[in-house]
């Protein structure tokens, strides 16, 4: 059974970092974009950041130049490096997964693999 498992959430002081990291196993996803996604008390999934196999990058503006994705695919692992990071990143994170080598599809409709989501909680 296709799996997606985040880990690497907690709490963290404005200014600081974090990294995630999303493990799948089940079948093979190296040949699939994959992407992170998040969700803030009251509002919508919004896309944050995609990669495809080539490691081609795709990110939300909110988060440009203070994220970084990229992936391990010998160990079926993408990450999420999450720099200088504000108040506003505080939500949970789910990454996701989806056939194919484009990296600019941010509606969450379109990936097929979810995580269960791992809670990422910047303090002021």
């Known amino acids: 059974q296709a799996q997606l498992v985040e880990s690497g959430g907690g709490l963290v002081l404005a200014g600081g970092s974090l990294r995630l990291s999303c493990a799948a196993s089940?079948?093979?996803?190296?040949?699939?974009?994959r992407a992170w996604f998040r969700q803030a008390p009251g509002k919508e999934r919004e896309f944050v950041a995609a990669?495809?196999?080539?490691?081609?990058?795709y990110y939300a503006d909110s988060i440009k130049g203070r994220f970084t994705i990229f992936r391990d695919n010998a160990k079926n692992t993408v990450y999420l490096q999450m720099n200088s990071l504000k108040p506003e990143d505080t939500a949970v994170y789910y990454c996701?997964?989806?056939?194919?080598?484009?990296?600019?599809?941010?509606?969450?409709?379109?990936?097929?693999?979810w995580g269960q989501g791992t809670q990422v909680t910047v303090s002021s």
């Open positions: 089940g079948r093979a996803f190296s040949s699939y974009a």
């Open positions: 990669i495809n196999r080539f490691g081609n990058t």
């Open positions: 996701a997964a989806r056939p194919g080598d484009y990296v600019r599809t941010v509606r969450a409709g379109e990936y097929d693999y």
